[in-house]
């Protein structure tokens, strides 16, 4: 949860922020960079915990105890 925090953090901070300042100081594309890859990992985390990742992992315990029954 702290990688999908910190990427509204950074959201926040660009829409509330200066863009004049961080254009002029150089560091809007890495500012861009991060924040795109923060986008991308937050995404992969959701679609883990609320996605098919997450119900292949239940789906594979429950053959794992159906198969220790036998």
């Known amino acids: 949860m702290g990688i999908i925090s910190l990427t509204f953090i950074m959201y926040f901070w660009i829409l509330n922020g200066d863009m004049k300042k961080i254009a002029e100081n150089g560091v809007k594309d890495i500012v861009i960079y991060i924040l795109g890859s923060l986008t991308t990992i937050s995404t992969q985390v959701a679609a ?23």
């Open 48 to 70: 883990f915990y609320f996605g098919s990742s997450q119900g292949s992992k239940d789906k594979q315990k429950s053959i794992e105890s159906i198969a220790s029954k036998h």
